[in-house]
């Protein structure tokens, strides 16, 4: 009998959080500041104020930001006909718009979703993987990074990088890895995996896209680290006691799609 992992969810809460704690955070400094120079009454408004303009830009052009972050440039349809195929049709399948298309110049295989929920999605594909991966093998891959869109994990992430981003390796990394996974579900890598393969109706592409990745290297070179859940496969080295790390070994999720 098969079993139902879907985690869809709605990420209005997380952002409400995420945003609500950069305005915390911007809001302290300035009420101090405020209290030292203008009335007590007033103090507080201006620092409310001042704390909610500055998230409120923040939040601007973040899918452009985080793009830039990740080295990763816009991909012509025309650049990648292949692929542009590849995700108009699993798009479809798996039920959520278009994303835009980008590449990655790393000869690293791997791929990366992110998004604020404002418009479409993105996709990045290494050059790497691009160059290597079949059709067949994309599809499972990029089934994977559209069934986190569709299950609403990927605001939480996106959201925190353009917020957080630089706190993400010193004392606060623990408070960024809990607001980038957010709601998280422990099986989310296991969950996409399994959309991939319902959506694609072809479980061996994803698998044998597993196995290409883990033949080759999946680190890449620029990779913030509060967006490591949104990687297809590990971005950096395994460490345990990182708390934005995500993936379960490759051989497991070859393995769980076998029994498939």
């Known amino acids: ?118 418009g479409p999605a993105s996709i990045a594909i290494t050059r790497g993987l691009l160059d290597t991966a079949e059709r067949i093998e994309l599809e499972g891959i990029v089934g994977h990074l559209l069934a986190d869109v569709r299950d609403g994990m990927v605001e939480a992430p996106t959201v925190t990088t353009a917020l957080f981003g630089s706190l993400a390796s010193g004392p606060a990394a623990g408070l960024v890895a809990w607001l980038a996974r957010a709601g998280e579900d422990e099986r989310r890598v296991v969950v996409a995996d399994m959309a991939a393969a319902r959506a694609t109706q072809y479980p061996p592409g994803l698998v044998n896209a597993l196995e290409r990745v883990r033949a080759g290297s999946s680190g890449v070179e620029r990779n913030p680290r509060s967006l490591q859940p949104l990687w297809f496969a590990a971005p950096s080295a395994p460490d345990d006691d990182d708390p934005f790390a995500a993936h379960p070994p490759l051989v497991d999720r070859i393995d769980l799609l076998r029994e498939l």
Do not use: Q
């Not at 879907?6 to 809460?13: C, D, H, K, V």
């Not at 923040?58 to 816009?74: M, N, Q, V």
């Not at 699993?90 to 298309?101: E, I, Q």
């Open 1 to 118: 009998m098969a079993t139902d992992l879907s985690t869809a969810r709605e990420p209005t809460t997380d952002l409400a959080r995420i945003a609500t704690v950069h305005a915390a955070i911007v809001a302290v400094p300035v009420l101090v500041l405020g209290l030292l120079v203008l009335p007590v009454w007033l103090a507080p408004i201006v620092a409310v104020v001042v704390a909610v303009a500055v998230t409120a830009a923040r939040c601007r052009g973040i899918d452009e930001r985080i793009a830039g972050s990740l080295g990763a440039r816009t991909l012509g349809a025309d650049e990648a006909p292949r692929l542009a195929g590849v995700v108009d049709s699993t798009s479809m399948a798996v039920g959520v718009a278009v994303p835009r298309l980008h590449v990655i110049e790393d000869p690293a295989r791997n791929a990366v979703v992110w998004g604020s929920g404002d």
